[in-house]
């Protein structure tokens, strides 16, 4: 199935990676539990936006940032859960786009898709105890 179907039409997910159940459980705790974080895509003016300055002033007030792609006009970052509060991100996307040229940005959290990749990737790695509890 798709994974869009599942977060529609399922209550509990379960998530098998080689033949193992890694994980199982209702979606936002899923997606809580085992996301990367909260994923920031910017737009910004090619002709006044400096993307360095942008990353540098992101990578200074939100601990962890990453960069994972610039495409002008476009940015997509990755902040770590707990790296800001929410709305302390807000506040400063909002402060981005007076001082530094971004014209749109958006704050979602992964998607169920995203989780799972990471989790078949090996990118996230459970406790023994959690294993155990399934």
């Known amino acids: 199935h798709s994974m869009e179907e599942c977060e529609v039409l ?10 193992t159940l890694r994980c199982l459980g209702p979606i936002q705790r899923l997606k809580s539990t085992y996301s990367q974080g909260y ?9 006044l936006a400096d ?3 942008i990353l540098t002033k992101l990578q200074g007030c ?3 940032v990453e960069l994972v ?4 006009p476009l940015m ?5 859960h707990g790296s800001a509060k929410l ?13 530094h040229h971004v014209l749109e940005s958006s704050v979602t959290q992964s998607t169920l898709e995203q989780v799972f990749i990471a989790m078949a990737s090996g990118k996230v790695a459970l ?3 959690e294993v155990q509890k399934l």
Do not use: N, W, Y
């Open 10 to 19: 399922c209550g509990r997910i379960g998530v098998m990676v080689h033949g």
């Open 87 to 99: 709305s302390a991100l807000f506040s400063l996307l909002s402060e981005l786009k007076e001082t």
């Open 69 to 72: 792609e610039l495409e002008p």
């Open 62 to 64: 939100v601990a962890g």
């Open 76 to 80: 997509v970052l990755v902040a770590p």
């Open 39 to 47: 994923k920031l895509s910017l737009r910004f003016d090619v002709a």
């Open 127 to 129: 406790k023994e105890q």
């Open 51 to 53: 993307p360095d300055a």
